[in-house]
């Protein structure tokens, strides 16, 4: 959700790349919710931090979006960085209930990711 909504808010001033541990499956209730704003990630793809950093870019900003719970698991990234930052965000991998409790979680979360992404645009004018 979080390089959707940099790739849509942040137009041509910045360029977002999302990766975890391990590339996975994109989340079927999170396609939906961010098709519910206009953005179409159902193509998107998952990668994985390393294929990244043997890349060899670097990166003015790398933000993990790990909630506290999944620390563990949340990825450092090694490369060239100008600045880290943390935004603590739940794994909607995690929502319980039925799909309609889980939509609702996920735009929730959706909503919070945003706020968060227009303040930091914001804060780099």
């Known amino acids: 959700m979080a390089e959707a909504l940099v790739r849509h808010l942040g137009g041509d001033r ?3 790349e999302s990766a975890g541990l391990e590339p996975g499956r994109l989340n079927p209730v999170v396609v939906i919710a961010m098709k519910e704003i206009g ?3 159902s193509r998107a793809k998952t990668k994985s931090v390393f294929d990244l ?3 060899g ?5 790398v933000v993990t979006v790990c909630d506290e719970a999944g620390a563990d698991r949340c990825p450092v990234f090694p490369g ?4 880290r930052m943390h935004w ?3 794994d909607p991998a995690g929502f319980s209930g039925s799909e309609d409790e889980k939509l609702a979680k996920t735009r929730e979360l959706r909503d919070a990711i945003k706020t968060r992404i227009e303040q930091f645009l914001g804060e780099r004018k």
Not at 80 to 83: F, L, N
């Open 57 to 61: 870019r670097g990166y003015h900003y």
């Open 39 to 41: 953005i179409d990630i």
């Open 80 to 83: 060239m960085v100008r600045e």
């Open 88 to 90: 603590s965000f739940e």
């Open 14 to 16: 910045f360029d977002a």
């Open 53 to 55: 950093f043997k890349r």
